[in-house]
């Protein structure tokens, strides 16, 4: 059991070594592909809401 908290927490640290190196590049990314799916997200929901407001069914 030791042995896998240990491995565990090697690859744990190896990995945020690798996120330290990339700066703020994970976050960059991050936040832009959040920003995009709410963009994306806002369309379609205009889109619904017209489709409903045509139909009589909003809200």
Known sequence: MQDIAFAA???????FKI????????????SLVLFVGF???LMLQG?????A?????LA
């Open 53 to 57: 407001k045509a139909a009589g069914t």
């Open 39 to 41: 963009v994306y997200w």
């Open 19 to 30: 996120l330290t190196k990339l700066g703020w590049m994970p976050v960059t990314a991050t």
């Open 9 to 15: 927490g090697h690859f744990l640290e190896w990995s």
């Open 47 to 51: 889109r619904y809401n017209k489709k």
